[in-house]
């Protein structure tokens, strides 16, 4: 199985990281793509990278909950030094969260669409997040249609319409622990989307799955979202963990 979202840096874990990361291997978890948020976290994420070569894969990216006005050109900045230097898999986790700071829209749309056309210049897919902002994410991707843009809408959790049009627009599904809420909702409709459009992730330490929800979440839990996409598809596990897997490092080109 692969962990497309997973914060191993943060420092939720610092007391147990390295234990935390061998059950997620016990369980069959064996590559981790790190998303990153800000400078203030970068260097601590790209350690593990050099702790861990053949398991984590990291990514470079402003949080649209980072980009604030008195940093996010400084910032940004910063993301793009990172590119120029190195590979990385993905320009991530950017996008707009309308959740916590309605005022910052249109630094956040700004943000986001340089990272767009940095992962067209660099040929990398991007990971979105959204947070009650679908109409408005969708705008810019509509705006910045590119045959090289493509990636994950991260932590998804909006509606059958939404998932479609992301679809249609070059980009596959995160499924984390929402999809073994009972108010998660997208367990209702997901069965009608194709498994070749699906990646599995637990944003941990956030988004645990039941029977965890509201505790610390950790990379071993997507054994739990695996299972439950079992019960929907009506499949087998290794079905479910064989076609994520190939979507996965497909996207990523690992």
């Known amino acids: 199985m692969i962990d497309t979202h997973t914060h191993l840096y943060s420092d939720q874990f610092d007391d147990d990281r390295a234990e935390m990361i061998q059950r997620a291997l016990d369980k069959g978890v064996d590559k981790f793509f790190l998303p990153a948020i800000d400078s203030e976290t970068h260097q601590k994420m790209l350690l593990l990278e050099t702790e861990y070569p053949d398991n984590i894969f990291t990514m470079m990216g402003l949080h649209p909950c980072s980009v604030q006005p008195e940093s996010w050109e400084r910032e940004l900045q910063i993301v793009k030094n990172y590119i120029d230097q190195r590979p990385f898999a993905a320009i991530g986790e950017i996008g707009i969260d309308l959740y916590w700071d309605k005022l910052t829209l249109d630094i956040q749309i700004k943000a986001f669409e340089q990272q767009i056309d940095w992962a067209i210049e660099k040929d990398l897919p991007i990971v979105i997040h959204t947070r009650e902002s679908f109409d408005e994410t969708f705008e810019v991707l509509e705006r910045k249609k590119h045959p090289k843009l493509r990636g994950i809408f991260h932590c998804f ?98």
């Open 157 to 254: 959790s909006g509606n059958l319409e939404q998932a479609n049009h992301a679809i249609d627009l070059q980009f596959i599904l995160g499924i984390g622990g929402v999809v073994t809420f009972k108010n998660g909702k997208i367990d209702q409709f997901l069965k009608e989307i194709p498994l070749s459009k699906i990646v599995l992730e637990t944003d941990s330490p956030y988004l645990a799955p039941v029977p965890f929800r509201g505790k610390r979440n950790e990379s071993a839990y997507v054994e739990l979202v695996a299972g439950k996409l079992v019960d929907i598809y009506k499949t087998d596990f290794s079905e479910i963990d064989r076609i994520t897997t190939e979507n996965a490092l497909n996207l990523f080109k690992i």
